[in-house]
């Protein structure tokens, strides 16, 4: 059995900083994000998305994709949030989906473990980038497969992983899902097609209590375990989630970043009380990502409860 934290519980506390707020949920506000610059983006036909783009004869544009990215950078910067901007990697052309190789939780920085090798590659860079800013990652994914993509910590207290097998497969969940119940989260393990590669391509958290779904495609069980959780679903196309309509960032439970051109989006967000700032990606969908996967939030404000040690199956302690 691997533990997540040694046997002694005043580990788990001595590895929180008392300075590092980490992240509690996907809507509290954000102050610290990762960013990777699309030096040497590329379309990668290892999802369903890119390999239409490419069969429709797109290749990327980098003068067009960096304009986008310092757009999207901008965007943030304006409503405060600190964007901490990694340089490409040529061995790395998806690393500006920031989002898929680590997640910030409560308790420090994790680093996942993706399930491609042209992914894999990207956690040391993105590790390096969190030193450096002192955030050390402070727990590791080592059984199964698990991406970024697939984590949405809902609200302090319950969080949901995406399971489809591909990206990331029961064993990466559970080891991540027993950092949080060790703590006393409900973690809930969603299944859903490969064909949609990551959760957050057809489930988005807006607040607390909304998120933007794919309803259609969405497991059924878990649409009503989410309503009867008091989370209402806004309802996406498949269409929509297709071109990453379904997949933005909330900067802070109302200002929330979408996808320029999915209007019917921003006005339903609108609608719904929320602050919709469309930024064009267009060079970023058609390689399969959107909003929320470019971005890896670092840090969000919160007060947290105590926190209480804890242990979890299938996930090694680092020693930074
Ligand atoms: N969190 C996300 N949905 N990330 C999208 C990643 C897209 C990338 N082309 C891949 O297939 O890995």
Redesign the pocket.
Known sequence: MKLAFSENPGDARAIVRSDFRGVFSESHALTDVILARPDFLA??P??S??RESIRGGFESDRGRALAQHRALQRTLETRGVRCHVMPGVAEAP?LV?T??AAVSTPWGLVALK?A?PH?RVELEYLLATARALDAKPVLRVVEGTI????VAIIRPGLVVIGVSGE?TDAKGASALAGLFTGFGWEALLVPFDPHF??L??IFCMVDEHTALACVDVLDDGFADAMEARGVRLLPVTYKEARH?GC?ILSIDGRTIVTVAGQDRIARLLADSGFEPVPVDISEFTA????I??LTMPLARLFSPARLAPSRADGMDKIVA
Request: glycine letters at 16%; one cysteine or more.
């Open positions: 379309p990668v290892c999802c998305v890119t998806d989906f989002r898929d993706p491609l992914r991406e970024g993509g697939d990206r590669l990551h957050d391509t990453l997949n390689c399969g990502g959107g929320h996967c």
